[in-house]
């Protein structure tokens, strides 16, 4: 019992530390620059660096200490006073999801921060780098380890903050931090992004979610009188309370407004494009660990609550279903845009908003369907999966554009004599985002949400699986010209005018490629036990699901099936389209990428259909455009018509000049208040006073 | 009767005599030019008014809040809330003037009415009876007329202080015929005993009852800065000098709110609560036009500006949904004094740059983070304060109002629509605040750093503390304001 309590102590300890190191990081830095500044040569270079990188490791062993409780399916939930007035308190709650979750953010992190030391030396400002990366890394513990939804909310804020700093990172606005083609319109929006107002469009398109998920938030308070996640399962008195108001759906769709900003879901999926601006490592950050992670999170977080709550009656499948498709229409819109674009870093952006859509297409479906447990593990091990292959392909793509210095693919071609390495990782890591057929993790995570979208028996089932599996072709496709435009072909002008230069062309060094090859090679390793993996995740999953939401699992007997031995347990169907998939779009992209048999610029402008579609695409189906006019041009002419009408002609026209100068002389301001323009507002303030007798006597 | 170590008295006492005091010696020793002697004197007078508050808190000779007294004044825990948060104010004004009054004249006549403006804030919270209340407000009006005023060559100043009287004027006219009203219709001034007279009010006479609350809504409104009575208020606080614009921004505004409080039940009798609709419309236009006018500005100050009226629109949420949640006047109480912190100090951060770079246009702000690197973070941390992210300060008390709308929203249908749209402008609003941000840090080029007064970057610091210490750790301050919240129900009512 003694061991067990301190067990239970040790484990409370690291769990709290898992998010508190990274702050204590981001907090000493800028006191270390200062020291370091004092003490001679190149340690001072380096020492934010490693305090970084150690801190980082401190906090993520401290996350995989505590992977045997979630082994066993266990879990530490540990509270300290906050606000008693408000009957508040601050916690960890470390089950297997905050525990998986924490490894896979705290590891990615780990190596990202690696190639960092790598990419960013240099840069002059540092310092600052280090402190908005280990405040990143914090917030994005802190929403994983929190116990409340408002803890949760705090970290939530903290991502936007940092992620806001980081996309403007390097704000001198130089040209070659862009997005975008120069000169390029739409609709008459300038389609060419500039780091500060990309880091701007990013922050306020989160916020619109974090307004909607704090609404949501505060509805629950208000009839649960708590922010506990373990509280809300605990007692449900609330949700039949808002059940039988129509107020449950519509307060978790608001927070799953919040998931929409920050995971960059249909509609609010435009700002993860400029977020490309940033320094290639935080890109990788923001794609495979942080940020748009922690909408899946809390999809996942809150989505066995509303589903345990649906098997004691309160039935709240539109939440489930509002994600489904929400996840669907983003994934077939972002994976059609990621075939046209010519910026490597946007493809990969392209292609990763559409990966978080199969993710909550698995995490609604599995709502939807009779074992929950299905869908959320094939959920939940795509994010895995996800996390390993697109922080390599990011960090790679990030030493290709530190070597070439452009972010075109058409400034690249030729590269895989030249970089043999990344070459080869970057293979891997694309495969598993093709999800090439039993090697990859891609693969076994791809198709398990496959089998569990086509096996949900909903009436969405059909379209939802359509289009999973359409989608799966184009990512195969996008993958394979990305790959081809990269590495094979001629080389490019552009690098050609280099060499003459005397720029070398040259492989990436070992803090750069050590860890996205650490990251491919995991993306194989893990795929050829695949199956295992998922089997393990799967049995976890329903231990936990069991222990903290009490949703049953009915054990199934496996009837055997024309597949193979090893094979045994899949669904055929999915199987099968997954491999077609595969082969479709991998087999169009070595046609016109590798093998260059025929021409695509060519084949486009054939034919006026594929010519119009290729348009669409490439303007991003105007949905940026249209969400800038509406959202951006009109309101602020509707503000300065407000300011100028309302608060300017009736009230100060002419004043700033004429009425001035008349006061500038005490003589003449008698003379000054009779411009009318001081009546007026008198003339407001009376008029002001009837409309406030007015709107009492109603 | 009061005591004479009541706070009231003593606060009165203390700051009356330094106020008076200071011109004096400043015409005895015959004294031109400016000098900081004044300042340090009226420094030490607030520093030991706070003191006086806090002690007599600490030793429990407060009593809870007892909204009516027999008396004029009553030492309460309302009042002694907003004592402090109004001294804090004045601390701010005093020493954030440091060094802008180095550079102009009869610092004496300057320091000694913010003294005398403090005692008239401080009293007006006191109050409970209708003359005493109003005498209290002149006494905090008459004295910033001249302070806004108090750069006498410059035509901005003498605008804003002539367009503030003109307003000030009215709107005291329009507070005193309510009280008249009041006074007809019931034989008394005391608030407890009018409330009396109203609830066994002659029906035929209501509509006068009713004109009497109207025009102490407009009259305080004014004060508060509630859209439609907001235009004189961009104005005033661009040409003030911009240590008294926080006075103005972070002080008599939230006075406006003490007032309305104390009297505002008069109407739940009269009105049989339906004012609360016409102070909710009130709150959304407030904050909305607010808003969305900031946007608009190219002055920082006048987009400060703007955004205190938005910031009168969330408190006024409160005030509004007050009769049907408990947690509604204590997020308006809550949030009165996390916007004195954050808007004093954004203010006052205006006061340091005018001083040293003598600019408020946005575009001249480029860097600033460079130039005057603890200003610009303490601007920054005000302004996201301001918007409510946590964990500051300001995300709690936005939490606690929003959280009461919700609350009542099942009395009232509307309630539930003044969290959204508070909600919504807080996300507009942000869209400025970072747009300022952008401006210090994220343009301009390799500025040089400028030497910032030691006297801004004190109170810079004492309240980043408050702002990031509270924001962690609410729960001292929150038990502060329960305490010092009065309970408003239904029930209460004579």
């Given amino acids: 019992m003694a061991t067990e309590l301190l067990g239970f102590e040790i484990g409370a300890t690291s769990a709290w530390l ?13 006191g270390i620059a200062k020291l370091s500044k004092y003490s001679t040569g190149h340690l001072s270079k380096h020492a934010t660096g490693y305090i970084a990188i150690g801190f980082a490791l401190m906090s993520t062993l401290s996350a995989a200490s505590l992977i045997p409780i979630a082994l066993e399916a266990g879990e530490i939930h540990h509270q300290i006073p906050w606000i008693e007035s408000l009957g508040l308190k601050a916690g960890i709650l470390a089950d297997p999801l905050s525990i998986i979750m924490s490894n896979v953010v705290g590891w990615i992190s780990f190596l990202i921060l690696i190639y960092s030391t790598g990419y960013m030396k240099g840069d002059k400002d540092i310092t600052r780098f280090w402190f908005w990366m280990m405040f990143f890394i914090g917030s994005m513990q802190l929403i994983v380890m929190s116990d409340n939804l408002l803890q949760l909310f705090f970290g939530w804020e903290g991502v936007g903050l940092a992620s806001y700093a980081l996309i403007s990172f390097w704000y001198r606005d130089k040209k070659k931090d862009h997005v975008g083609t120069e000169g390029r319109t739409v609709l008459g929006m300038l389609d060419y992004y500039s780091p500060t107002h990309a880091g701007m469009k990013a922050f306020i398109m989160t916020k619109v979610g974090d307004v909607m998920m704090i609404a949501g938030m505060l509805l629950i308070f208000v009839y649960a009188g708590t922010f506990g996640l373990k509280e809300l399962v605990g007692d449900t008195e609330w949700a039949v309370t808002m059940a039988s108001q129509g107020l449950l759906v519509p307060a978790f769709v608001l927070l799953f407004g919040g998931a929409v900003g920050k995971s960059a879901q249909f509609p609010l999926n435009e700002w993860l494009l400029e977020a490309m601006t940033g320094p290639t490592s935080v890109s990788a950050l923001i794609h495979a660990a942080t940020m748009v992670k922690a909408g899946v999170f809390l999809v996942a977080r809150l989505g066995p609550l509303v589903f345990a709550l649906g098997a004691a009656g309160i039935l709240a499948n539109q939440f489930f279903e509002i994600i489904a498709w929400i996840g669907a229409i983003t994934a077939i819109l972002l994976a059609t845009q990621a075939m046209v674009n010519p910026e490597i870093k946007k493809v990969l952006a392209y292609s990763t908003g559409s990966q978080i859509g199969y993710m909550m297409m698995a995490l609604g479906v599995a709502g939807l369907s009779y074992q929950y447990v299905d869908g959320y593990t094939a959920g939940f091990f795509h994010l895995i999966s996800h996390a390993m292959f697109k922080a390599s392909l990011f960090m790679a793509a990030g030493a290709i554009l530190h070597t070439v210095g452009s972010r075109f693919m058409t400034d690249m071609g030729g590269l895989r004599k030249k970089m043999k390495k990344t070459y080869a990782f970057m293979w891997a890591a694309g495969l598993g985002l093709m999800g090439a057929p039993f090697i990859t993790t891609g693969f076994w995570s791809k198709d398990a949400i496959f089998a569990a979208v086509y096996e949900s028996g909903n009436e969405w089932a059909m379209p939802l699986f359509a289009i999973a599996v359409f989608t799966a072709a184009i990512t195969s496709f996008y993958t394979v010209r990305m790959m081809g435009l990269v590495f094979f072909g001629k080389t490019s002008k552009h690098i050609e005018k280099m060499e003459e230069e005397g720029h070398h062309i040259h492989e990436a060094p070992l803090s750069m490629w050590i860890p996205y090859g650490i ?17 393990g995740l799967h049995g976890l999953f329903v231990d936990f699901l069991e222990n903290s939401y009490g949703i049953h699992t009915e054990h199934l007997i496996i009837e055997s ?14 199987l099968g389209s997954s491999l077609a998939a595969f082969a479709i779009g991998a087999g169009l992209g070595y046609i016109f990428y590798i093998g260059r ?10 034919n006026i259909f594929f010519y119009a579609i290729h348009k669409f695409f490439l303007n991003r189906w105007y949905l940026n455009a249209i969400i800038y006019w509406c959202f951006v041009v009109a309101p602020l002419w509707l503000s300065r018509g407000v300011f100028r009408y309302f608060e300017k002609t009736a009230i100060d026209y002419g004043m700033n000049d004429g009425f001035q100068k008349a006061v500038g002389w005490s003589a003449k301001v008698v003379q000054g208040t009779q411009t009318g323009v001081a009546q007026s507002y008198l003339f407001v303030f009376g008029a002001g006073l009837l409309f406030v007798v007015l709107i009492l006597l109603i | 009767m009061l005591e004479i170590t009541s706070t009231p008295l003593v606060i009165m006492a203390i700051l009356g005599t330094v106020g008076v005091l200071i011109p ?15 300042a340090v004197i009226a420094f030490a007078a607030l520093i030991v008014s706070i003191g006086y508050v806090g002690y007599q808190f600490i030793n429990d000779n407060v009593a809870a809040s007892a909204l009516f007294s027999e008396d004029v004044l009553v030492d309460d825990a309302f009042g002694g809330f907003f004592a402090i948060a109004m001294l804090i104010v004045a601390l701010f004004t005093t020493v954030g003037s440091f060094n802008y009054m180095r550079k102009h004249n009869s610092p004496a006549v300057y320091y000694s009415l913010i003294l005398l403006a403090t005692i008239g804030m401080v009293l007006v919270a006191y109050s409970t009876d209708l003359v005493m209340l109003f005498v209290a407000w002149e006494l905090m009006s008459l004295p910033t007329y001249i302070l806004v005023g108090f750069i006498k060559k410059n035509p901005s100043s003498n605008e804003a202080a002539l367009k503030y009287f003109l307003f000030g004027a009215l709107s005291s006219a329009i507070i005193v015929y309510g009280i008249s009203i009041a006074y007809g219709l019931t034989g008394s001034t005391n608030i407890g005993e009018v409330i009396q007279g109203y609830s066994t009010l002659d029906p035929s006479f209501l509509p006068l009852a009713l004109l009497s609350v109207g025009m102490f809504i407009a009259g305080f409104g004014f004060k508060m800065g509630l859209v439609p009575f907001h235009q004189w208020l961009p104005d005033t606080y661009e040409g003030a000098p911009p240590p008294i614009a926080a006075l103005l921004a972070a002080g008599t505004k939230k006075v406006g709110f003490a007032a309305a409080i104390r009297i505002i039940v008069l109407g739940m009798v009269v009105l049989n609560l339906d004012w609360t609709l016409a102070l909710g419309v009130l709150a959304v236009m407030t904050m909305t036009i607010g808003n969305i006018a900031a946007i608009m500005q190219k002055n920082l100050t006048r987009m400060l500006a703007y955004s205190s009226i938005a910031h009168a629109g969330y408190i006024l949420i409160g005030l509004a949904v007050a009769p049907y949640s408990s947690l509604g006047l204590q997020g308006s109480l809550y949030h009165i004094l996390n916007h004195a912190v954050m808007k004093g100090m954004a203010f006052i951060a205006i006061a340091g740059i005018v001083t040293t770079l003598a600019v408020t246009n946005l575009d001249k702000l480029q860097g600033l983070g460079r130039r005057m690197p603890i200003t610009a973070l303490a601007l920054v941390i005000s302004l996201f304060a301001l918007a409510g992210v946590p964990p500051l300060a300001g995300f709690w008390s936005k939490l606690m109002l929003f959280g009461s709308a919700l609350d009542a929203g099942s009395v009232v249908w509307w309630a539930p629509w003044l969290a959204i749209a508070g909600v919504l402008n807080s996300a507009l609003s942000l869209a400025y605040y970072a747009w300022i941000t952008r401006k210090m840090y994220f343009e301009g080029e390799r500025e040089k750093r400028v030497k910032e007064p030691k006297s801004i970057i004190a109170i810079m610091i004492f309240s980043m503390i408050f702002l990031i210490g509270f924001g962690v750790y609410p729960e001292p301050v929150m038990q502060f304001v329960e305490f010092a919240t009065p309970v408003l129900s239904l029930d209460l009512m004579p």
Avoid: C, H, M
């Fill in chain 1, 18 to 30: 898992v998010w508190i190191l990274p702050f204590a990081a981001a907090l000493i830095i800028p």
């Fill in chain 1, 519 to 535: 990251l491919a090679v995991l993306t194989i390793g893990v795929g050829l036990v695949g199956l295992s993996a998922e089997g």
């Fill in chain 1, 561 to 574: 099936s024309i597949l193979p031995e090893f094979l045994q347990g899949l669904n055929p169907v999915a």
């Fill in chain 1, 597 to 606: 048999w025929v021409d695509p610029v060519k084949f486009v402008n054939s």
């Fill in chain 2, 24 to 38: 004096i010696i400043s015409i005895a020793r015959k004294e031109q030019g400016s000098n900081s002697f004044y």
